[in-house]
């Protein structure tokens, strides 16, 4: 089954703690996308990727880091997460750049307390 | 950046009403216009797409039209059924297809 996974699903972790949030697809897709989501202001990119070890800053990415070291994986690392980076995190992946259907994974509701 | 706005934040309508939800963009360079649907507590999914090069689009009971000169694009939803309630959202992107800019989102909610 095509998809697109993320892990973990939920985590609560306390400020300054260093977490990676995975993200896997299995549809052999070059673009890859982190967006994070809350309330009132829709989904906001934080990073991409056109391929493997290329990877570009989106419209917020203060406080992350990603990396690209194969095609199917597409990590979000919180080096020292903070409070504002409680959110709902999306991880998606498109075929041809950002053109057409990005596939989403299920997404990762994450507390910074 | 770009600046994608998103008109109104909530709309509720009668079951077999039209719907229609607004989005106005700042960057002319914009070629791409996706709109996805997000159900409560699920993931988006894209519904309809339009590029630059194109005025309108169909696809059954959705339409998207682009209006280039003035820089807004809508989304139009006819015979609206209970299952079309959503938060649905707007977005553009740059002519190299990489970077996404999405509104804020409109909660649908369609009384039966």
Redesign the interface.
């Known amino acids: 089954e095509a998809q697109v996974t993320q892990n973990p699903r939920y985590l609560i972790t306390v400020t300054g703690k260093k977490l990676t949030v995975t993200c896997s697809q299995n549809m052999n897709h070059e673009?890859m996308?982190w967006?994070r989501q809350d309330p009132?202001?829709?989904?906001?990119?934080i990073y991409?990727s056109?391929n493997v070890e290329v990877t570009?800053k989106?419209?917020v990415p203060e406080g992350y880091k990603v990396s690209r070291k194969e095609k199917r994986n597409f990590p979000l690392i919180l080096e020292s997460p903070s409070p504002n980076q409680t959110s709902l995190y999306?991880c998606a992946s498109s075929p041809?750049?950002?053109?057409?259907?990005?596939y989403?994974?299920?997404?990762t509701r994450l507390t910074v307390t | 950046?770009e600046n994608v706005e998103?008109h109104p934040?909530t709309l509720s309508v009668q079951e077999g009403d039209s719907a229609v939800i607004k989005c106005t963009y700042s960057d002319s360079a914009s070629n791409?216009f996706?709109w996805y649907k997000q159900e409560l507590g699920k993931?988006?999914?894209?519904i309809i797409?339009i590029r630059s090069n194109v005025g309108e689009k169909k696809d059954q009971r959705i339409a998207v039209t682009l209006n280039k000169t003035a820089k807004h694009f809508s989304l139009h939803i006819t015979e609206t059924q209970p299952e079309d309630s959503a938060v649905y959202?707007c977005?553009a992107?740059s002519s190299?297809?990489?970077?996404?800019?999405?509104?804020?989102?409109t909660k649908l909610n369609v009384k039966p």
């Open positions: 673009y996308s967006y009132g202001l829709g989904l906001r990119q991409y056109m570009d989106g419209d999306f041809d750049r950002g053109l057409g259907e990005q989403f994974g299920p997404g | 950046g998103q934040s791409y996706p993931r988006p999914q894209l797409d959202f977005a992107t190299s297809f990489n970077k996404f800019y999405f509104g804020s989102g």
